[in-house]
């Protein structure tokens, strides 16, 4: 079974969104585009708002990711253990879309003898070590993340440690909300290791409203943006051989 680049958004929030499109229906149109999206809620006590827990479920539930809700102390760990989880998690749902086709029905890797279930889940570890990763992390920044952001930034680095000691390939890339002149704001562009964030991270401001909604918009657009030019730079190259020949 071949499969091409899994694609994440990792959202890191404290709060509710409250300005611009609902992010619900912006992590729906996300999976409509093969992008699922995890969700963490950090918070610093033992109290969270019912409605900001709502909504955090509910984006990775429309964005057919991972969603947890834990202390800024464990973060570092839950940032890796979400990630994982949700590329098996994906490509799980790839393996159970070609069991469909080659059995018919709805069949599942549940649905398969305890002996056949072990292989395939064999085959999903070995393209979860193998297979592409790009993760687009949005940080919030609103003013309740403040005591939060060195926590971020220790997190992500250990999470660029964990994902390079796979034989794939990874990509990541940073966007926060709000940023200084714009809902969003992009911090990092693609990379392979987050170790620019040390100095990135020190210089950020956080105040202001939580437009969530609007962050996964544009992230979905950054991605749309690198595939497009990838296939422009594709059909360049196919046109500059074609006249060569």
Do not use: H
């Not at 996300?30 to 900001?52: F, H, L, P, R």
């Amino acid at each position: 079974m071949k499969t091409g680049t899994l694609r994440q958004i990792l959202l890191i929030t404290d709060g509710c969104s409250n300005q611009g499109e609902d992010p619900i229906a912006m992590a729906t149109l996300a999976y409509e585009q093969g992008i699922s999206i995890n969700v963490i809620g950090v918070m610093d006590q033992d109290i969270i708002d019912e409605k900001g827990l709502k909504e955090i479920e509910e984006i990775a539930m429309a964005g057919k990711g991972v969603s947890q809700v834990v202390y800024a102390t464990q973060l570092s760990q839950t940032v890796q253990m979400v990630t994982r989880k949700a590329m098996t998690q994906t490509l799980q749902g790839l393996v159970n879309k070609e069991l469909q086709q080659i059995l018919g029905g709805s069949k599942t890797v549940e649905d398969l003898p305890p002996e056949k279930r072990g292989e395939v889940m064999e085959v999903v570890d070995e393209l979860g070590e193998t297979a592409q990763l790009e993760v687009l992390i949005l940080v919030d920044t609103s003013a309740s993340m403040k005591q939060k952001l060195p926590t971020v930034k220790e997190a992500l680095l250990d999470l660029s440690l964990s994902l390079n000691a796979r034989s794939g390939d990874n990509r990541f890339a940073v966007f926060v909300f709000p940023g200084k002149k714009n809902d969003v704001e992009k911090l990092l562009d693609w990379t392979p290791n987050l170790q620019s964030l040390t100095t990135i991270f020190s210089k950020l401001s956080t105040g202001g409203i939580t437009p969530t909604g609007p962050a996964i918009r544009e992230a979905l657009t950054y991605f749309n943006k690198k595939r497009s030019l990838r296939s422009l730079l594709s059909r360049d190259d196919e046109s500059f051989f074609e006249e060569s020949v």
